[in-house]
């Protein structure tokens, strides 16, 4: 029996930060691109001679994308290392940026979201939140899962607040036009993504980080044929974990899909132009760090589920309390609002992922059950475009956003009670 010292102790939790380092690098670098929307939505529709309808459209197809992809994800998850598939995500999305750039054609939009959905869904998600899970201890899952959200939004907070200084900069003193100027900032979050790839193809090792937490026996290799892996998947469909941890993510992400048409509410609701849209929605950026690590310690302070079942539902309350702002509201007003709201919300998406601990996933399948929940967890990123294209054309920007954003708060009920019964299971666990 090897007994480490307290030295090795040491160097091992290093080890485990700076690996947890380096996906939060990956992860804040690779959605930026696709999700330019959040801060320069209007702008971004104008200048590829699109309509509001056409880029959900977009983002309903690469929603798609993510969904269809989430398990075979997971399957390549466990037979991949994270060096590998990370890498490969991050440089490809960065060199379908630049045809981005290029602002090609309207109908290739849809061709270039699917692909992102490819690149940041089938060879990239489950590798990272996978790394993550095995890299915490069972006691800091929360914590880690925190640290990886907050320091992924970190990073993007830190590139977005660049990028939105260099378009303030550009349009007032270069004088250069919107439509240019945001070519120049989707060229940067591409350049980005190439140099934080190749950074990661030489910091990581190619071993995995199954065989490196887990160790590598047999009775812990995943499934390799058909057969076995329907199997997996069959028995994955029938436990009830899987399902409620899936709901709690669901609900979750569907507080924050909605955060994504902040930039047009703030806009349309509140009459700010460009340039005080976009630095008030990457104020919200930076409140991802400070709700998701927060959340991360209060989460393996009190239990993660319950921190995470309410903080739904204060996310849910806190979506619902925007509508109730005057339109005359003042810029500080606004902020608070916003900055309050983010907090919550990206404080359950700092956490939900910390539940997955609970459902009782044995390392050799945990990939393919990571795929699994996140192709329901994640669904939101097929309808939630749409329903957002419905309800305004529909009623019209102010009904709209409130039945946008009312609903959305609404359905957070859900999700807490979700997260409430997983719980109570947990605790039946520990009391057999």
């Known amino acids: 029996m090897k007994i480490k010292t307290p030295a090795s102790l040491s160097s091992d939790i290093v080890q485990r930060y700076i690996k947890l380092l380096f996906l939060m690098m990956a992860g804040g670098a690779i959605y930026p691109l696709l999700y330019l929307r959040q801060n320069f939505e209007l702008t971004l529709i104008s200048t590829m001679g699109i309509s509001l309808a056409e880029l959900n459209v977009a983002h309903s197809i690469s929603g798609m994308a993510f969904v269809l992809s989430y398990v075979p994800s997971g399957w390549l998850a466990d037979r991949f290392s994270p060096r590998s598939l990370l890498t490969f995500s991050v440089v490809t999305t960065g060199l379908i940026g630049f045809w981005y750039a290029s602002i090609p054609d309207p109908q290739w ?173 990457t104020v919200r950026l930076w409140m991802r760090p400070i709700g998701a690590v927060l959340a991360g310690f209060i989460g393996d302070r009190f239990h993660p589920v319950r921190s995470l079942g309410i903080a739904i539902l204060l996310a849910g309350f806190s979506l619902i309390a925007l509508l109730v702002l005057p339109a005359d509201s003042p810029y500080t007003l606004l902020y608070f609002a916003v900055a309050t709201s983010s907090v919550l919300i990206y404080g359950v998406r700092g956490i939900y992922w910390a539940s997955f601990n609970t459902a009782r996933i044995e390392p050799r399948r945990a990939g393919l059950a990571i795929g699994l929940i996140s192709m329901i967890g994640y669904t939101p990123d097929i309808y939630m475009p749409l329903v957002n294209t419905y309800l305004i054309d529909t009623y019209g920007d102010a009904v709209g956003f409130q039945l946008y954003f009312g609903g959305v708060g609404l359905t957070a009920i859900i999700g807490g009670a979700s997260a409430f019964y997983l719980l109570a299971l947990s605790k039946s666990d520990s009391k057999s």
């Not at 061709?111 to 201890?137: D, E, N």
């Not at 995995?208 to 590598?216: F, I, K, L, R, V």
């Not at 995943?222 to 997996?232: N, S």
């Open 109 to 281: 939009i849809n061709v270039i979201f699917g692909l992102w959905g490819i690149t940041t869904g089938l060879t990239f998600w489950a590798a990272l939140i996978k790394g993550c899970s095995l890299l915490a201890p069972d006691d800091q899952q929360a914590r880690f899962f925190g640290l990886l959200e907050g320091g992924r939004g970190l990073f993007e907070a830190l590139l977005a607040t660049i990028a939105v200084a260099w378009f303030a900069y550009a349009v007032s003193t270069l004088d250069a036009v919107d439509e240019a100027a945001m070519v120049q900032v989707i060229n940067f979050y591409s350049i980005v993504c190439l140099l934080i790839g190749a950074l990661l193809w030489f910091v990581l090792d190619e071993t995995s980080e199954t065989a490196t937490e887990q160790g590598d026996s047999s009775d812990e290799t995943p499934a390799v044929t058909l057969k076995e892996t329907a199997h997996d998947l069959f028995s994955l469909l029938l436990n009830l974990r899987v399902w409620l941890v899936a709901l709690c993510i669901l609900t979750g992400y569907q507080v924050f899909w909605a955060t994504y048409t902040y930039s047009a509410f703030l806009q349309t609701q509140f009459g700010l132009d460009a340039v005080a849209v976009a630095a008030l929605t």
